[in-house]
T-cell receptor, first 116, second 110 residues
Framework: NAGVMQNPRHLVRRRGQEARLRCSPM?????VYWYRQLPEEGLKFMVY????????ESGMPKERFSAEFPKEGPSILRIQQVVRGDSAAYFC??????????????FGSGTRLTVV | ELKVEQNPLFLSMQEGKNYTIYCNYS?????LYWYRQDPGKSLESLFV?????AVKQEGRLMASLDTKARLSTLHITAAVHDLSATYFC??????????FGGGTRVLVKP
């Protein structure tokens, strides 16, 4: 049973380019969450999605960032016109529906984005 | 809005001794999570605490939850080098998102 799969593991982009981060949730998990971790800091919530729906995007910057979780395929976090301040580790987590007993979150290995 | 604070931010431990990490949260959180993160790695789930008075133990780690005090603790018994990592607590308020504390970086020295 594969866990949460994120790719790429490392991504280098020049300022002004676009970054696309992918996340495939665990089998049976229908909820996906994206978090950002700056060096030496905790994780900050960005967005919560279910298939074809954005449920909570209260942590997403208003500009340049977008996320989707299509009916088929992985969830995508897209950052347009990247700047150096976007350099961070981006983690995806997935969970089953909240009414599931022992509800918990499984995290992927993360994508480390470096903007040069 | 839920806020989560951990202390200390950094903990230098001696092998064989006992230590506690504290996690305070600001509003009702229906679950409290503890995670471990090694440098450059993802988060490993340690404990999920569901109710007041909950206590869970795994090896040298024990976590407890006091919902009235809005406090969770992670107790480390007889620290060993392998426990060196950063430990995060996280709360889940209304909605499904987790709010993380700032982390406690643990370094166990011989």
């Amino acid at each position: 049973n594969a866990g949460v799969m994120q790719n790429p593991r490392h991504l280098v982009r020049r300022r002004g380019q676009e970054a696309r981060l992918r996340c495939s949730p665990m089998k049976g998990h229908s909820h996906v969450y994206w978090y950002r971790q700056l060096p030496e800091e905790g994780l900050k919530f960005m967005v919560y999605l279910q298939k074809e729906n954005i449920i909570d995007e209260s942590g997403m910057p208003k500009e340049r960032f977008s996320a989707e979780f299509p009916k088929e395929g992985p969830s995508i976090l897209r950052i347009q016109q990247v700047v150096r301040g976007d350099s961070a580790a981006y983690f995806c987590a997935s969970s089953p529906p909240s009414r599931t007993p022992n509800y918990g979150y499984t995290f992927g290995s993360g994508t480390r984005l470096t903007v040069v | 809005e839920l806020k989560v604070e951990q202390n200390p931010l950094f903990l230098s431990m001696q092998e064989g001794k006992n230590y506690t990490i504290y996690c305070n949260y600001s509003t009702t959180s229906d679950r409290l999570y503890w995670y471990r993160q090694d440098p450059g790695k993802s988060l490993e789930s340690l404990f999920v605490l569901l109710s007041n008075g909950a206590v869970k133990q795994e090896g040298r780690l024990m976590a407890s939850l006091d919902t009235k005090a809005r406090l969770s603790t992670l107790h480390i018994t007889a620290a060993v080098h392998d426990l060196s990592a950063t430990y995060f607590c996280a709360g889940k308020a209304a909605g499904n998102k987790l709010t993380f504390g700032g982390g406690t970086r643990v370094l166990v020295k011989p």
